[in-house]
């Protein structure tokens, strides 16, 4: 309305605005966060380039011309429990993942000149699971959703654009969590490669056994820590808090499980899955109508009341009062009903806030229609006597 960011329809929806501000804040939240995680991807993958050719040199340093004479030396060296991990973790580790199979050839190495197997590495989760993998794949289903909730901020129906909003902060909430989540797993890999890069080109660092352990293992698992819950969670209170967002109607998206990235399921990161669930983002007439019929369910949608607002008008050539119960609007009007059953239409003329979270209706012109008399009125200033809470 006015090229300000409001509605119509916030006339009889006044918690409308702070909604729509809301939900485009938490989807340029997960945008943001998508971003930041492909560029730490490409500068990942970049460290794994450079590393190759020297895990290589490593490997021929040693006197190892392939990874099964390397393999062979490493189960001569090691014993007890550093053997069977080392079993364990060749077994079971994701062979896709260039980073593990390269901090997997490093430990390989070291244990082969040590007898050290580093198992702070395996306790994480990180060699066997796949993080890099997994964090891509919170970042696809991710962006999926996004392009599903797209079409919520394209409605102006006052009714409908209060359920899509509601609906979009509750799944962009969820959401935001996994983005943050995923860039920080991410973040980690990145630092680790770099870590492995600087081991290798580093003789200082390479030749110091307590040092190389804390840039493998130490440093890394504070990195990828913050891709736990408990960190995602203070960092995204603290972000709202600072910028003081409207928060009314998130939902709980701070419990669950710590490893967010570990844990995601594959049902709950697929698009489809939000695909299913896209009933429950607009509801056209169609809809409705076979709703009524039993052909189809709405999910997490209910039709609430109808509200009314209560309101005294003044124009050049006329003045009064009305209290109209909502029926319908688009982008640059509203329809209601007086206590009469007589259809009134309320036009936007002009007017802007730049506030578009708290229009004042004294900062608006509109235009009111009496249908059944068929009379308008024009250039009109409008004060509430009483309307919606929300």
Request: charged letters at 30%; a negative charge; proline letters at 3%.
């Amino acid at each position: 309305m006015g090229g300000g960011g409001s509605k119509i329809s916030d006339l009889f929806y006044p918690d409308n605005p702070k909604r729509r501000a809301r939900a485009s804040q938490l989807r340029d939240d997960v945008n943001f966060f998508c971003n930041q995680f492909e560029e730490v991807k490409r500068k990942r993958n970049n460290l794994l380039q450079e590393i190759k050719p020297k895990l290589n040199a490593l490997l021929k340093k040693y006197g190892y011309n392939t990874t099964d004479q390397l393999d062979k030396a490493v189960t001569n060296v090691l014993k007890g429990e550093a053997l069977k991990e080392y079993t364990r973790i060749k077994e079971q580790m994701d062979k896709s993942d260039d980073g593990i199979m390269a901090i997997f050839q490093i430990t390989s190495v070291i244990g082969a000149a040590t007898g050290i197997f580093l198992g702070a590495l395996v306790i994480l989760g990180v060699m066997t699971g796949g993080a890099a993998l997994a964090a891509i794949g919170v970042i696809g289903a991710v962006l999926g959703v996004i392009v599903l909730v797209a079409v919520l901020f394209s409605i102006f129906e006052g009714a409908e654009e209060r359920s899509n909003m509601r609906k979009a902060i509750s799944d962009l909430s969820f959401e935001r969590v996994k983005a943050r989540a995923a860039y920080e797993g991410m973040n980690a890999l990145a630092n680790w490669a770099y870590n492995i890069k600087l081991w290798l080109d580093e003789p200082l660092i390479s030749d110091n056994e307590k040092l190389m352990r804390k840039k493998l293992e130490g440093d890394f698992a504070t990195d990828y820590n913050k891709s736990k819950r408990s960190a995602v969670v203070a960092f995204l209170d603290k972000y709202d808090r600072d910028r003081g967002a409207w928060t009314n109607e998130d939902p709980n998206w701070r419990s669950g499980p710590e490893d967010i990235i570990g844990s995601a399921s594959l049902t709950s990161l697929s698009s489809k899955h939000h695909m299913m669930k896209r009933s429950a983002y607009y509801i056209d007439e169609e809809f409705k109508v076979a709703n009524r019929s039993g052909e189809v369910e709405i999910d997490d949608f209910t039709l609430d009341e109808a509200p009314t607002i209560k309101f005294d008008y003044t124009s050049p050539d006329h003045s009064g009062t009305l209290e109209l119960l909502y029926l319908t609007s688009d982008k640059d009007s509203c329809e209601g009903l007086d206590s009469q059953d007589n259809t009134w239409i309320i036009h936007y003329e002009s007017g802007h806030n730049p506030d578009a979270t708290d229009p004042h209706v004294s900062d608006y012109r509109f235009s009111i229609v009496d249908l059944k008399g068929g009379k308008v009125y024009k250039d009109c200033h409008i004060k509430f006597q009483s309307r919606p809470p929300a």
